[in-house]
């Protein structure tokens, strides 16, 4: 994934706020990056980016050989499906649903047999220590779990870039290791993940820190291989 | 086709997990589908009953009375009126009645008191009256030619009075007009067109002549069945042959007419049940557009993570919409199936026959999901317009 000069900007005129200026930016698979930075250095803001949620107001984003940037919204939607997994701070899991059945919710209208997406929800499950749980609903989980049912629900799409924004923000600092623990151990040759997150001890565990600060990047560092 | 599978499964389960809520919900189109197909079931029902009777009356039948336009008190056709209408090629069948005035009817002595203060009437007539009118005979006989020929005095009651005078069907009984004993020999079934024959004395036109007339009988009303087709000429036509240009005139009525015209006065009422369920079902359509316009804003957070999974906005449109359908389906369905319970519950108490043309099941499922639909619009589309990133509230 390639972000180049990009920049985004809310309002217009006077009112207009770069939330991003000129930022460049290659994740590869692989990679284990930590986007750091205070409120309001723009992280979230390259959340939306990465996660094709949003498109630069300037500078092109490309996921794979795809130049989403010159997608429709339509388009868009399809390449966020297929080749990006999202686990939020606050989980969002679908309150009515069983953990297996938010697992599945990724794979629906894709043309897939009810069975063959059960196995492969159930599968997912399984790669998160929670095949067991699988009918609980997400009241009846513990935060950490909902998270790695979170986790579930973005891999089974088998994505190409997992972004993770503040996923341990709502965790106890034992379910929070627990988690970041999954997420290291998530990435592959296929693979990159992105986590976005003020706290720098989550960053610094992180194999790749990418600072950010008033909409630009600070710094970008490798910590360990 | 697995897509949508998907879309239906996912619509059931939102569904089902809110089993309050989308009660709620079908109770609109429920209710509505409901009025609609009890009203039109029920007119039809009651049409279907009056359809019966004009089948069994026959369309054929027309009634000229006498009338009294010139002022006269007691209107009379002439006394050879009978002959006078069949001069009429069209006409197949006559016959002809004189109300009796000012008799006292009893069935014994001692209740001479008790059936006094309600006039009875007593009714001259011929042979033909029950073919002509098409009524049989609950028990007995009519009167017959010998009857009239012997001037026997015999008579028949109408079924009306035979249960007020507890005559059993077959028993012989003696009633007395005038203090004149008659004996009884037949109860005439109930005539639907002529309720008053119910309970009505009839005797022969030859004894009324002796017993209550000083004067050639001249009867006020005849009942002619004609050939079928030819009602309104026939009944043009009656005017003149029977009173020949003379001074009584004639009213004619073709009897099938009036019960069709009561069919209609239904259709007007129908119209307005009708109307009222159409409200009703507006009214739920309008419920279905609120209920889930205030389901997307609950469910924001859910759309947005459905958008971020990658489902399209149409596909989080359509998925709305189809909950909207689902809702309209299965409150359609029920509706439908109230609607037959009213309509089976009126018939019964009304005594009619159960009616219901098979295109309203059919139609009342089709209006209510069209209104599911266009309800489900607007919050379908507001679903489909929310911004993932705002939903999520990222960062």
Redesign the interface.
């Known amino acids: 994934m390639e972000l180049s000069h990009v920049s985004r900007v809310y309002g217009t005129g006077e009112a207009a706020v770069w939330a991003l200026r000129d930022v460049s930016l290659i994740i590869r698979a692989g990679d284990f990056v930590s986007i750091v930075g205070p ?1 309001g250095s723009g ?2 803001t390259m ?2 980016l990465l ?1 094709c ?2 498109v630069p107001t300037e500078g092109t984003i490309t996921v794979g050989d795809e130049e989403v940037t010159r997608l429709a ?2 388009a868009r ?2 390449v ?3 080749s990006i997994g ?1 686990v ?1 701070q ?1 989980f ?1 899991l ?1 309150p ?2 069983d953990a297996l ?1 938010n697992v599945e ?2 794979l ?2 894709r ?4 069975a063959e997406r059960r196995e492969r929800a159930m599968a997912s499950l399984e790669q998160v220590g929670l095949g067991r749980r699988a009918d609980h609903r997400p009241v009846q989980l513990s935060g950490g779990e909902q998270q790695r049912v979170a986790l579930a ?1 973005a891999l089974v ?1 088998e994505p190409k870039i997992l972004l993770a ?2 996923p341990t923000g709502a965790l106890d600092t034992k379910n929070a290791a627990n988690v970041m623990e999954i997420l290291s151990g998530l990435r592959s040759t296929e693979r990159a993940v992105v986590i976005v997150t003020h706290d720098t001890s989550i960053a610094n565990s992180a194999a790749r820190k990418v600072s950010m600060l008033d909409g630009g990047i600070v710094s970008d560092e490798v910590l360990r291989p | 086709m697995s897509t949508f599978k998907d879309l239906v499964r996912v619509a059931f389960t939102g569904l089902l997990a809110r089993k309050v809520r989308t009660l709620l919900l079908l109770l609109g189109p429920m209710i509505g589908v409901a009025a609609i197909i009890a009203s039109v079931g029920l007119t039809d029902s009651a049409k279907g009953d009056l359809k019966q009777k004009v089948a069994k009356l026959g369309t054929n039948l027309i009634e000229a009375a006498a009338s009294s336009s010139f002022g006269g008190q007691n209107p009379t056709l002439p006394t050879d009126a009978v002959e006078r209408a069949l001069t009429v090629y069209t006409v197949e069948k006559v016959s002809a009645v004189v109300e009796l005035s000012n008799i006292v009817v009893s069935p014994y002595e001692e209740a001479r008191e008790k059936f006094e203060t309600v006039p009875i009437p007593v009714l001259g007539t011929d042979s033909n009256l029950p073919e002509v009118l098409q009524v049989d005979l609950v028990s007995g006989r009519w009167i017959n030619q010998f009857d009239e020929e012997s001037s026997v005095r015999a008579a028949v009651i109408g079924v009306g009075l035979a249960r007020e005078f507890d005559v059993l069907p077959g028993e012989n009984r003696t009633i007395e007009l005038n203090g004149i004993a008659y004996g009884v020999v037949g109860i005439l079934n109930s005539v639907e067109l002529e309720p008053g024959f119910d309970n009505a004395v009839f005797i022969s036109f030859a004894r009324a002549e002796i017993d209550f007339l000083n004067d050639d009988v001249k009867p006020n009303k005849m009942y002619v069945r004609c050939a079928e087709g030819t009602e309104a000429e026939t009944s043009e036509a009656l005017k003149t042959a029977v009173n020949l240009g003379g001074p009584q005139e004639i009213t004619t009525d073709i009897k099938s007419e009036a019960l069709e015209l009561a069919a209609q006065s239904d259709r007007q009422l129908q119209m307005i049940v009708i109307s009222m369920g159409l409200l009703a079902i507006i009214v739920g359509g309008l419920g279905i557009a609120n209920v889930m316009s205030i389901s997307v804003i609950q469910r924001s957070a859910e759309i947005g993570i459905r958008r971020a999974l990658g489902h399209t906005r149409n596909i989080i449109a359509i998925q709305f919409l189809f909950e909207a359908i689902v809702v309209g389906v299965i409150g359609g369905i029920l509706g439908v199936l109230l609607g037959m319970l009213a309509i089976f519950i009126g018939a019964s108490i009304a005594g009619w026959v159960f009616v219901m043309a098979s295109w309203l099941a059919p139609a009342g499922i089709v209006l209510a999901i069209t209104i599911s639909i266009l309800a489900g619009l607007y919050p379908a589309r507001r679903a489909a317009a929310l911004e993932p990133l705002e939903t999520l509230r990222l960062g």
């Open positions: 409120s992280k979230s959340l939306g996660g949620l949003d919204d339509a939607t399809r966020r499906g297929k999202f939020f606050q969002h679908i009515h649903l059945g919710t990724a629906l209208y043309s897939l047999k009810p629900r799409t924004d503040e």
